[in-house]
């Protein structure tokens, strides 16, 4: 059985920082390829950082690019989303997710496993 528990969303202000947790069940622990995603309101949900647990290559989103960096510990139990910089639009539901293929992808085809979220509000 998967387990995702995402942790670590809150209210900051624009230019503030927050980092997201990802606690992976022993399943989820053998996907080769781990992601985050968010869903705004009113918008669709999107791909924000993938990571690729065999030699640790990243690929983000164009909107968070140079802002947000993905990373997991050594025991692979935990994936985090560094955010800095945030601005309004990143406000979101955020949601950490493996994926079914060994592809660095954040297509959301290979992704099916989510859990509840957590939720990041930048705001002044």
């Known amino acids: 059985t998967q387990r995702l528990v995402q942790s670590g969303g809150a209210s900051v202000q624009p230019g503030g920082c927050l980092t997201l947790s990802c606690s992976v069940s022993d399943y989820a622990y053998d996907s080769a390829v781990m992601a985050w995603f968010r869903r705004g309101p009113g918008k669709p949900r999107e791909g924000v950082a993938a990571l690729a647990r065999r030699n640790g290559s990243t690929i983000y989103a164009d909107s968070v690019k140079g802002r947000f960096t993905i990373s997991r510990d050594n025991s692979q139990h935990w994936l985090y989303l560094q955010m800095n910089s945030l601005k309004p639009e990143d406000t979101a539901m955020y949601y950490c997710?493996?994926?079914?293929?060994?592809?660095?992808?954040?297509?959301?085809?290979?992704?099916?496993?989510w859990g509840r979220g957590t939720h990041v509000t930048v705001s002044s």
């Open positions: 997710a493996p994926s079914s293929l060994a592809i660095l992808t954040m297509s959301q085809e290979h992704y099916n496993s």
